[in-house]
């Protein structure tokens, strides 16, 4: 059975969050901080501060959006905050 994470990084060099999701979080963020182009080329390094594993892709994809639509930092830092790494078996 796969494994399907939503994810958070952080630059500190840029100060911001990026928000993703993958089925290989060690790989994506291992290529977040190898691109060459796109939003993560300018902050590396990146830094992965929080995950939700998840069983299917479709809800990765959900959390992500959601995480996206709050477009507010403060939020996001008490999020990480509250719990680094949970599973969710929705």
Known sequence: MN???T????????DKFYIGYTS???ERV???NSSTKGFTTSG?????VYFESYQT??????????????KNAQ??????NKNVGSEHSD
Do not use: C, T, V
């Open 24 to 26: 290989d979080i060690q």
């Open 75 to 80: 939020r996001i830092k008490e999020l990480i």
């Open 57 to 70: 892709k479709g809800l990765a994809m959900k959390r992500e959006k959601q995480l996206k639509s709050w």
């Open 30 to 32: 291992r290529k977040h």
């Open 7 to 14: 994810y958070i990084l952080f630059s500190e060099k840029a």
């Open 3 to 5: 494994q399907y994470y």
């Open 44 to 48: 590396k390094p990146w830094k992965l």
